[in-house]
């Protein structure tokens, strides 16, 4: 096996064997969309941090990420390194030894440019691709998952009031804003990130198309569900689809199907709207959005993480 950059001249290569494993994942998520190309292929190509694994002259695997970044995960002080959904991807024969030898060298640049967090998206039914990263140190850290805009089954919730904010109510979601940051603060997330000020709160829910749909009791918000315009992968784009970016419920009003109540509303809208398909992402640590995404949302995507020492740095 040879281990080489990958390059511009790579791509169509590559992009037969992404469509592959993601034809493969769609066998199991009949949501996911058709598609006929991997985006941004090419410009990964670019940054030189991708490699591509020959056999005989044939490629037989890639793997690329974007460019470095600084705060990985907005709540770290480490450079961070990501391949999103598409970006690598081998042939079913030999996969895992293919995937081991091309992290080795790519993890090889990677840590040349500072990037001690390591993050790779992988397709989330392929279980033994999954634990090889886990061999080499990596731990599951976000999900995304897809649903069609359909309603759930769940009951009636009596004594609140489901409606969509206008543009000039969304500052009222901001106490709920600084609780879901408190509420990342805790075991087991520990993730201390800045939630902003509400200034700086409100011009952010103006951007990729923010609406909010909350729950009201006595006029009172209690639970919100801000939708925007793209999601975290290329499939979650699109006129017919629309993404989950934020939600939050006070835990006094847990357990009443409160929740399911504003899905349901939300859908309804949306659905009215001519949008076919909703989607989520949500961090694999958080057990209350883990339980209640996988029960209504089909996951399509595992992405694993890796933090390495940062003094190894100091060698190079």
């Known amino acids: 096996m040879d281990i080489l950059t990958f390059e511009k001249k790579h791509v169509k290569e590559a992009m037969e064997i992404a469509l592959a494993s993601y034809d493969d994942e769609r066998q199991y998520v009949k949501e996911l969309p058709q598609v006929c190309n991997i985006p941004d292929l090419y410009d990964l190509a670019g940054n030189g941090l991708g490699v591509a694994a ?182 979650a784009t699109g006129n017919t689809y629309r993404h989950i970016r934020g939600a939050y419920c006070l835990p006094e009003h847990r357990g009443k199907g409160l929740y399911q109540n504003l899905l349901n509303f939300t859908i309804s809208v949306l659905r009215r709207e001519g949008y076919t398909r909703l989607g989520v992402d949500f961090e694999s640590f958080n057990p209350t959005a883990r339980g209640f995404w996988l029960k209504y949302f089909d996951a399509y995507t595992n992405s694993v993480v890796r933090r390495i020492d940062e003094r190894i740095t100091q060698l190079r």
């Open 54 to 235: 020959f056999e005989n002259e044939k490629m037989i695997g890639f793997l690329c990420c974007c460019e470095p970044f600084d705060n990985a995960f907005r709540a770290t002080d480490a450079r961070g390194i990501f391949s999103p959904m598409g970006a690598n991807a081998a042939v079913s024969q030999n996969r895992l030894k293919i995937y081991a030898a091309m992290y080795q060298a790519a993890g090889e640049k990677w840590v040349k440019v500072g990037a001690v967090s390591h993050a790779i998206c992988l397709y989330a039914h392929d279980g033994e691709l999954q634990q090889q990263f886990f061999r080499y140190g990596f731990g599951l850290r976000c999900l995304d998952a897809i649903r069609p805009m359909e309603p759930i089954d769940c009951k009636p919730c009596a004594g609140y009031d489901f409606i969509e904010l206008s543009k000039d109510e969304y500052h009222s979601v901001y106490p709920l804003h600084l609780a879901l940051y408190r509420h990342y603060c805790k075991s087991p997330f520990f993730m201390n990130r800045n939630p902003g000020t509400q200034e700086e709160f409100t011009v952010s829910s103006m951007q990729d198309g923010g609406r909010y749909f909350v729950a009201k009791q006595n006029g009172n918000i209690c639970a919100f569900m801000k939708i925007s315009v793209p999601g975290e992968t290329f499939v």
